[in-house]
Protein backbone atom coordinates (compact mmCIF):
# COMPACT_ATOMS: atom_id res chain seq x y z
CA UNK A 1 0.00 0.00 0.00
CA UNK A 2 2.74 2.37 0.04
CA UNK A 3 4.21 2.51 -3.32
CA UNK A 4 0.60 3.83 -4.03
CA UNK A 5 0.55 6.52 -1.48
CA UNK A 6 3.78 7.97 -2.72
CA UNK A 7 2.50 8.06 -5.98
CA UNK A 8 -0.60 9.67 -5.00
CA UNK A 9 1.45 12.51 -3.12
CA UNK A 10 3.97 12.79 -5.86
CA UNK A 11 0.44 13.05 -8.05
CA UNK A 12 -0.80 15.67 -5.96
CA UNK A 13 2.84 18.03 -5.59
CA UNK A 14 2.84 18.41 -9.29
CA UNK A 15 -0.95 19.36 -9.64
CA UNK A 16 0.50 22.39 -6.73
CA UNK A 17 3.27 22.87 -8.54
CA UNK A 18 0.93 23.59 -11.97
CA UNK A 19 -1.43 25.86 -10.42
CA UNK A 20 1.51 27.58 -8.70
CA UNK A 21 3.07 28.70 -12.38
CA UNK A 22 0.01 28.84 -13.84
CA UNK A 23 -1.02 32.56 -14.18
CA UNK A 24 -4.09 33.28 -11.71
CA UNK A 25 -7.29 34.18 -13.36
CA UNK A 26 -7.69 37.18 -10.95
CA UNK A 27 -4.59 38.41 -11.56
CA UNK A 28 -6.33 40.46 -14.84
CA UNK A 29 -4.85 40.45 -18.07
CA UNK A 30 -1.01 41.59 -18.92
CA UNK A 31 -2.00 44.16 -21.71
CA UNK A 32 -4.23 46.94 -21.22
CA UNK A 33 -6.56 48.61 -24.35
CA UNK A 34 -7.77 51.99 -23.86
CA UNK A 35 -8.43 55.41 -25.66
CA UNK A 36 -8.62 58.83 -24.94
CA UNK A 37 -10.54 61.39 -26.90
CA UNK A 38 -10.73 58.65 -29.62
CA UNK A 39 -7.13 58.24 -29.75
CA UNK A 40 -6.50 54.25 -28.43
CA UNK A 41 -3.68 52.81 -26.75
CA UNK A 42 -2.56 49.69 -25.59
CA UNK A 43 0.58 48.87 -23.29
CA UNK A 44 1.54 45.74 -20.34
CA UNK A 45 -0.50 46.38 -16.82
CA UNK A 46 2.83 46.82 -15.15
CA UNK A 47 3.18 50.76 -16.93
CA UNK A 48 -0.78 51.53 -15.21
CA UNK A 49 -0.44 53.86 -12.30
CA UNK A 50 -3.25 54.27 -10.82
CA UNK A 51 -6.40 52.08 -11.06
CA UNK A 52 -8.67 53.80 -13.89
CA UNK A 53 -5.34 53.20 -16.63
CA UNK A 54 -5.21 49.31 -15.22
CA UNK A 55 -9.09 49.10 -16.12
CA UNK A 56 -8.64 50.37 -19.41
CA UNK A 57 -11.49 51.57 -22.11
CA UNK A 58 -12.47 54.72 -22.90
CA UNK A 59 -10.88 57.33 -20.28
CA UNK A 60 -10.38 61.56 -19.69
CA UNK A 61 -6.62 60.26 -18.70
CA UNK A 62 -4.06 57.81 -18.94
CA UNK A 63 -1.28 57.69 -16.37
CA UNK A 64 2.07 55.59 -16.60
CA UNK A 65 5.17 55.13 -14.28
CA UNK A 66 8.32 54.57 -16.39
CA UNK A 67 12.11 53.77 -15.57
CA UNK A 68 14.95 56.31 -16.59
CA UNK A 69 16.78 55.72 -18.89
CA UNK A 70 15.03 52.55 -20.59
CA UNK A 71 11.36 53.91 -19.82
CA UNK A 72 10.25 50.20 -19.00
CA UNK A 73 7.89 49.28 -16.29
CA UNK A 74 8.63 49.67 -12.94
CA UNK A 75 8.87 46.99 -10.50
CA UNK A 76 6.05 45.86 -8.43
CA UNK A 77 5.91 47.49 -4.99
CA UNK A 78 7.67 45.42 -2.36
CA UNK A 79 5.09 44.25 0.48
CA UNK A 80 7.94 45.41 2.89
CA UNK A 81 6.96 48.94 4.18
CA UNK A 82 10.67 50.67 4.03
CA UNK A 83 11.13 49.21 0.61
CA UNK A 84 8.02 50.37 -0.68
CA UNK A 85 9.00 53.93 0.83
CA UNK A 86 12.08 53.65 -0.52
CA UNK A 87 10.64 52.47 -4.06
CA UNK A 88 8.00 55.61 -3.86
CA UNK A 89 10.78 58.05 -3.23
CA UNK A 90 12.82 56.59 -6.77
CA UNK A 91 14.57 58.90 -8.87
CA UNK A 92 15.01 57.05 -11.82
CA UNK A 93 10.34 57.46 -11.76
CA UNK A 94 9.47 58.82 -14.90
CA UNK A 95 5.59 59.68 -14.52
CA UNK A 96 3.50 60.11 -18.37
CA UNK A 97 0.05 61.11 -18.17
CA UNK A 98 -2.25 61.63 -20.95
CA UNK A 99 -5.14 64.01 -21.77
CA UNK A 100 -7.20 65.48 -24.12
CA UNK A 101 -5.86 68.72 -25.91
CA UNK A 102 -6.06 71.99 -23.91
CA UNK A 103 -7.23 74.59 -26.68
CA UNK A 104 -5.52 77.33 -24.54
CA UNK A 105 -1.84 77.46 -25.82
CA UNK A 106 0.51 74.70 -27.10
CA UNK A 107 2.79 73.73 -24.28
CA UNK A 108 5.77 74.23 -26.72
CA UNK A 109 5.12 77.81 -26.05
CA UNK A 110 4.48 77.83 -23.01
CA UNK A 111 7.78 79.93 -22.11
CA UNK A 112 7.61 82.35 -24.56
CA UNK A 113 4.03 83.37 -24.59
CA UNK A 114 3.12 82.16 -20.47
CA UNK A 115 6.40 81.94 -18.88
CA UNK A 116 8.18 85.44 -20.04
CA UNK A 117 6.51 88.06 -18.19
CA UNK A 118 6.89 86.41 -15.35
CA UNK A 119 10.60 85.43 -15.04
CA UNK A 120 14.04 87.97 -14.16
CA UNK A 121 15.92 89.10 -16.42
CA UNK A 122 19.11 86.85 -15.66
CA UNK A 123 20.23 83.59 -17.36
CA UNK A 124 22.12 81.46 -15.74
CA UNK A 125 23.76 78.18 -17.05
CA UNK A 126 22.35 74.62 -16.26
CA UNK A 127 22.93 71.05 -15.97
CA UNK A 128 23.14 69.40 -19.89
CA UNK A 129 23.14 72.68 -22.02
CA UNK A 130 20.14 73.94 -20.31
CA UNK A 131 19.11 77.79 -19.37
CA UNK A 132 17.84 78.38 -15.75
CA UNK A 133 15.57 81.12 -15.59
CA UNK A 134 14.23 82.13 -12.19
CA UNK A 135 10.42 83.38 -11.50
CA UNK A 136 9.72 86.90 -9.90
CA UNK A 137 9.11 86.98 -6.29
CA UNK A 138 4.95 87.77 -5.83
CA UNK A 139 4.56 85.65 -9.17
CA UNK A 140 2.33 82.56 -9.54
CA UNK A 141 5.59 80.91 -10.29
CA UNK A 142 7.50 82.23 -7.60
CA UNK A 143 8.11 78.83 -5.39
CA UNK A 144 9.75 77.40 -8.73
CA UNK A 145 12.36 77.64 -11.31
CA UNK A 146 12.56 77.16 -15.14
CA UNK A 147 14.90 75.17 -17.32
CA UNK A 148 15.25 75.44 -20.69
CA UNK A 149 16.70 74.41 -23.86
CA UNK A 150 17.96 76.58 -25.94
CA UNK A 151 17.23 78.99 -27.72
CA UNK A 152 13.31 79.35 -26.27
CA UNK A 153 12.55 76.16 -24.49
CA UNK A 154 10.06 75.29 -27.88
CA UNK A 155 11.97 71.47 -27.67
CA UNK A 156 12.21 71.08 -23.72
CA UNK A 157 11.41 72.56 -20.26
CA UNK A 158 11.16 71.74 -17.23
CA UNK A 159 9.01 73.90 -14.35
CA UNK A 160 11.45 72.68 -10.86
CA UNK A 161 10.43 73.69 -7.20
CA UNK A 162 13.39 75.61 -5.85
CA UNK A 163 14.79 73.58 -2.86
CA UNK A 164 13.35 76.24 -0.02
CA UNK A 165 9.89 75.75 -1.37
CA UNK A 166 10.49 72.20 0.94
CA UNK A 167 8.20 69.97 -1.79
CA UNK A 168 8.92 66.52 -0.43
CA UNK A 169 7.72 64.48 -3.83
CA UNK A 170 8.65 61.97 -5.90
CA UNK A 171 8.80 63.70 -9.23
CA UNK A 172 8.85 67.83 -8.81
CA UNK A 173 9.52 68.96 -12.24
CA UNK A 174 7.43 69.01 -14.88
CA UNK A 175 7.60 69.08 -18.65
CA UNK A 176 4.54 68.95 -21.16
CA UNK A 177 4.40 68.48 -24.84
CA UNK A 178 1.40 68.60 -27.38
CA UNK A 179 0.94 64.89 -29.60
CA UNK A 180 -1.76 65.28 -31.96
CA UNK A 181 -5.07 65.99 -30.25
CA UNK A 182 -3.22 64.96 -26.67
CA UNK A 183 -1.27 66.89 -24.28
CA UNK A 184 1.16 64.57 -22.53
CA UNK A 185 2.78 65.51 -18.76
CA UNK A 186 5.71 64.07 -17.73
CA UNK A 187 7.44 64.66 -14.37
CA UNK A 188 10.79 63.58 -13.09
CA UNK A 189 13.60 63.89 -10.33
CA UNK A 190 15.48 67.15 -10.80
CA UNK A 191 18.47 64.76 -10.64
CA UNK A 192 17.38 64.18 -14.54
CA UNK A 193 17.79 67.09 -15.81
CA UNK A 194 20.87 66.99 -17.18
CA UNK A 195 19.95 64.20 -19.03
CA UNK A 196 16.56 66.22 -20.83
CA UNK A 197 17.44 64.84 -24.44
CA UNK A 198 17.01 61.44 -22.91
CA UNK A 199 13.58 62.28 -21.37
CA UNK A 200 12.45 64.10 -24.66
CA UNK A 201 13.59 60.62 -26.63
CA UNK A 202 12.56 58.05 -24.17
CA UNK A 203 8.88 59.86 -23.80
CA UNK A 204 8.46 59.56 -27.45
CA UNK A 205 9.56 56.54 -28.06
CA UNK A 206 7.27 54.94 -25.11
CA UNK A 207 4.00 56.99 -26.70
CA UNK A 208 4.92 55.70 -29.82
CA UNK A 209 5.07 52.16 -28.71
CA UNK A 210 1.52 52.35 -26.89
CA UNK A 211 -0.19 54.01 -29.84
CA UNK A 212 -2.66 51.42 -31.33
CA UNK A 213 -2.13 50.92 -34.87
CA UNK A 214 -5.03 52.58 -36.67
CA UNK A 215 -8.23 50.19 -37.63
Not at 122 to 129: R, S
Not at 164 to 187: H, I, S
Request: a neutral charge; proline letters at 9%; hydrophobic letters at 45%.
Amino acid sequence: MRLPLVTLLLALLAVGAFRAMRPSADAGPTTIAASVDGVRFTFATAYARDGATRMGGALERLAFLTVFPDFAPAPAASAEPERRNAQAFDPTHVFIAIAPRDETIDPAERPSHLYARFLESEVWAAPGGLMLRRFEAGSPYELEQLYLAPPDGALFFARCPKREAGFMGAAPCLWALRRGALDVEVRFSPSLLEHWSRIVEGTQDFLRRIEAAPR
